[in-house]
């Protein structure tokens, strides 16, 4: 099991911009990562996935165009751009890995699909 490690949220204000790091513990070149948020009151939303050669990324239409996964994996760290962010992004943002071993596609929109999970780093944009 990779643990992973989340850093960078902090309180912005409206239109800010954020980048949120993930610490893998290991080797991560054969795990696709996402990130994944969860507001309070409400469940927890798949937002981001990246393949383990960072070649294929795909978004969920409410952060598409002004959030950006990437990854390091010399650094075995993922990472998630986060620009003109509004009230409504507030929330606890994980990162979770799955491990690929044959490319495999999986459904990255459920959540016991991912093996690892960090504990999650709080952003709150303000007003």
């Known amino acids: 099991q990779v643990q992973l490690v989340e850093s960078g949220g902090e309180l912005v204000q409206v239109g800010a911009s954020l980048r949120l790091s993930c610490a893998a513990s290991?080797?991560?070149?054969?795990?696709?990562l996402a990130w994944w948020r969860q507001a309070p009151g409400k469940a927890r939303e798949w937002l981001a996935v990246i393949n383990w050669r960072g070649s294929i990324r795909d978004y969920t239409d409410s952060v598409k165009g002004r959030f950006t996964i990437s990854r390091d994996n010399t650094k075995n760290t993922a990472f998630l751009q986060m620009d003109s962010l509004r009230p409504e992004d507030t929330a606890v943002y994980s990162c979770?890995?799955?491990?690929?071993?044959?490319?495999?596609?999986?459904?990255?929109?459920?959540?016991?699909?991912?093996?690892?999970w960090g504990r999650g780093t709080q952003v709150i944009v303000s007003s």
């Open positions: 290991e080797r991560i070149s054969e795990h696709a």
């Open positions: 979770a890995a799955h491990r690929t071993p044959c490319g495999e596609g999986f459904d990255v929109a459920e959540a016991q699909a991912y093996e690892s």
